[in-house]
Nanobody
Framework: QVQLVESGGGLVQAGGSLRLSCAAS????????MAWFRQAPGKEREFVAA????????RYADSVKGRFTISGDNAKNTVYLSMDSLKPEDTAVYYC????????????WGQGTQVTVSS
């Protein structure tokens, strides 16, 4: 019941910055917790960050804490992932995801956007 479309991926040099966007649509979009995951070639998908729509409650994977910032703008129905001090190991396909506040698993996923960090 929610559709997610990521954008903003691309090629960036190590130490650079990039901002990803996730546009959400759906009648009950405001009832979801939003998150970012990523998957590198040959590796399992891993959690990156999650937020409420207000952006007042957030959590991060240890690998990105202090470098990445997740925020939500419910007026635009958009969630952002601002990435700073990028490393080659951040290279992956980044996915936007959503789940109900009362749930435990992520039920909706975007198509993914490629982020490549050169060394």
């Amino acid at each position: 019941q929610v559709q997610l479309v990521e954008s903003g991926g691309g090629l960036v040099q190590a130490g650079g910055s990039l901002r990803l966007s996730c546009a959400a649509s759906g009648r009950t979009a405001s009832s979801y917790i939003m998150a970012w995951f990523r998957q590198a070639p040959g590796k399992e998908r891993e959690f990156v960050a999650a937020t409420t729509w207000s952006g007042s409650s957030t959590r991060y994977a240890d690998s990105v804490k202090g470098r990445f910032t997740i925020s939500g703008d419910n007026a635009k129905n958009t969630v952002y992932l601002s990435m700073d001090s990028l490393k080659p190991e951040d290279t992956a396909v980044y996915y936007c995801a959503a789940r109900y506040y009362s749930g435990s698993s992520y039920d909706y996923w975007g198509q993914g956007t490629q982020v490549t960090v050169s060394s």
